[in-house]
Nanobody
């Protein structure tokens, strides 16, 4: 499975961005899809995950109420709508795919990763 993330950029605090992640080479609906983020010197951090078919979601406490993860299985794409952005949301955002059923917030649970897209939130 190949994942291609896009949509990052520079935005002022309080603004919005929508990230996309297009998948190819596999059966998209068989994977739960997650978003993680990372800043230099820190471990990769869980942001959100969405289930395979029915769209159940989980979020990190830091983004609850501001970010929304969604997926379109017909387009093999997962999205992350980010609103009310804060400077601490700055980082490289990665999409990831998991065929497993546990450890939704752990990077080790995900077999496939996109290349990352930079999000920078300025004050």
């Amino acid at each position: 499975v190949q994942l291609q993330a896009s949509g990052g950029g520079l935005v002022q605090a309080g603004g919005s961005l929508r990230l996309s992640c297009a998948a190819s080479g596999g059966t998209f609906s068989s994977f739960r899809m997650g978003w993680f983020r990372q800043v230099p010197g820190k471990e990769r951090e869980f942001v959100a995950v969405i289930s395979r078919i029915y769209g159940g979601t989980e979020y990190a406490d830091a983004v609850k109420g501001r970010f929304t993860i969604s997926r379109d299985n017909a387009k093999n794409t997962v999205y992350l709508q980010m609103n009310s952005l804060k400077t601490e949301d700055t980082g490289v955002y990665y999409c990831a795919a998991s065929s497993g059923y546990s450890g939704t917030s752990k990077p080790s649970a995900y077999e496939y990763w996109g290349q990352g897209t930079q999000v920078t939130v300025s004050s």
